[in-house]
């Protein structure tokens, strides 16, 4: 049995984006005090049984996160739009599983069932200066505002129940077969205040949508010597519909689709010189059908589309290498090519707009790692790494880019049977990034991000009993 409980708490002052510019960790003054406090908690449990012909594993989870934040939109330092966010999301998980034992017979099966429970309810306000609302240009800057609240309640039940059994032929070939049931059910509230004092009513609706599927999956694998295995696989994929609640005052221009995907891949696993080398590599293909676009709107409020067809192509390979007792030297590599066979967004505000042979948002080139270990018989730990991301587009219309970089982290500590503590320095030499970018709404000719974490020191500890 394994319990853990995980408590965090932020208190970050400014809100989460920043003019992309020379120096982005200079903070404009919006006239506004920003706030983005997050307080979340998880607890977990986890238990392992074993009986004389079957293991059963049972996984219980509750997340829970509250969010406070108060976000200035003008960079002007007029404070023409702000934004308050207060949002609550509680969910609850619980997986058991059932399989067979860790044994030489050629048969292997396992069974089981998911249930996931979640309640999001969240209130947004749009504070706005009545100068930018007045069509008549008449009413000047700072002498009132305008609030336009929306309040949203999403419930979401998730069920799912999987199968998967496998044989081995000879002792080198085993076929395997799984099949997974999915149906999603999210209901949400919705109200719309809108703006009575320039005609615009308020906008409310209930609304749920429930979605299933079956999802099938299918590897053969040939160990052709103890050191060297090769496999080919396909599976389908599935992510469920939802309701992606902004600005839309409607339930059609919330919900978007489930997204479905059939992945086929090869690659084989090796291992060389008694364990001391290990080499794995594959190749993969995916098409994808109602690929699901993330995107921000007018008013920096998340949203979702569908793309009716997309493809993802590539491969990986990763070496563990041991060439001493405690230093270990893992790498890795992964290339990944996408595109949009179709999508064409003919409701864009600029006109119709044909993304068709893009690549797909937030999916770099490459990703690469370099990581060295190195563990002391009495308790002496020391860990650096590289991380390479390569070109990467966060929008469809492949305008909004983030260069390849590199970030380099280290970690050092001590390491006995019932504890250990480190401390550890994330992005040693500062290297800005950008994890997001889209266009400032208040004036399109800039850019506004989301900038990666700057250099970050801490302490890791763990006790075990």
Same mark, same amino acid.
Not at 2 to 18: A, P
């Given at each position: ?135 008549? %240009?008449? +009413?000047?800057? $700072?002498?009132?505002?305008? @609030?336009?609240?929306?309040?949203? &309640?999403? /419930? =979401? ?36 205040? %809108?703006? +009575?004092?320039? $005609?615009?009513?308020?906008? @409310?609706?209930?609304?749920?949508? &429930?979605? /299933? =599927? ?55 696993? =090796? ?195």
């Amino acid at each position: 049995m394994t319990f853990s409980v995980t408590v965090e708490t932020q208190d970050n002052g400014m809100g989460r984006f920043v003019l992309v510019d020379d120096d982005p960790f200079d903070i404009p003054d919006k006239n506004i005090d920003e706030i983005g406090d997050v307080d979340a908690d998880t607890q977990s449990l986890r238990i392992k049984y074993r009986a004389p012909w079957f293991e059963l594993t049972s996984v219980s989870a509750r997340y829970s996160n509250e969010l406070d934040q108060i976000m200035g939109y003008d960079f002007s330092g007029m404070n023409l739009m702000s934004m308050r966010y207060l949002g609550d999301d509680t969910n609850y998980s619980q997986e058991i599983c059932l399989s067979s034992l860790e044994s030489d017979s050629p048969f292997k099966w396992l069974v089981g069932g998911y249930y996931f429970s979640g309640e999001l309810i969240y209130g947004l306000t749009m504070i706005y200066d009545a100068a930018i609302l007045d069509p008549t %240009g008449m +009413t000047p800057p $700072g002498l009132m505002t305008i @609030e336009d609240p929306t309040y949203t &309640t999403l /419930d =979401t039940n998730t069920y799912a129940i999987f199968g998967q059994t496998g044989y081995t032929f000879f002792d080198k070939l085993t076929l395997t077969a799984g099949l997974r049931y999915d149906r999603d059910k999210k209901e949400t509230d919705y109200y719309h205040q %809108g703006f +009575t004092i320039f $005609g615009m009513p308020p906008s @409310e609706y209930n609304d749920s949508e &429930t979605w /299933d =599927t079956w999802s099938p999956k299918f590897i053969a694998d040939y160990r052709w010597n103890p050191s060297v295995l090769t496999y080919v696989s396909a599976a389908k994929g599935y992510r469920s519909g939802g309701y992606a609640q902004s600005d839309t005052d409607t339930a059609e221009n919330a919900r978007f689709d489930p997204e479905y995907a059939w992945s086929y891949e090869a690659g084989l696993k =090796t291992n060389w010189l008694d364990n001391r080398i290990t080499l794995n590599a594959a190749a993969f293909y995916t098409k994808v059908k109602d690929f699901q676009v993330f995107r921000f709107n007018e008013l920096l409020q998340p949203t979702y589309t569908n793309a009716p067809k997309a493809t993802l192509q590539g491969f990986d390979a990763e070496l563990l290498a041991r060439p001493l007792k405690g230093l270990d030297i893992m790498a890795s590599f992964g290339y990944l090519d996408t595109k949009f066979d179709e999508n064409k967004d003919s409701f864009n505000p600029a006109g119709p707009k044909d993304y068709t042979g893009n690549k797909l948002p937030l999916s770099p080139e490459y990703t690469a790692s370099l990581a060295v270990q190195y563990r002391l018989s009495w308790g002496l730990f020391a860990r650096a790494e590289s991380n390479w991301f390569g070109d990467t587009y966060f929008d469809e219309a492949n305008i909004h880019k983030q260069n390849g970089y590199c970030i380099v982290n280290g970690k050092i500590g001590y390491e006995k049977e019932h504890f250990d503590i480190y401390f550890f320095v994330n992005n040693i030499f500062d290297k800005e990034y950008y994890s997001f970018l889209f266009d400032d709404p208040m004036d399109p000719t800039k850019d506004l991000g989301t900038i990666g974490d700057p250099r970050t020191f801490g302490v890791q500890a763990t006790v075990r009993f």
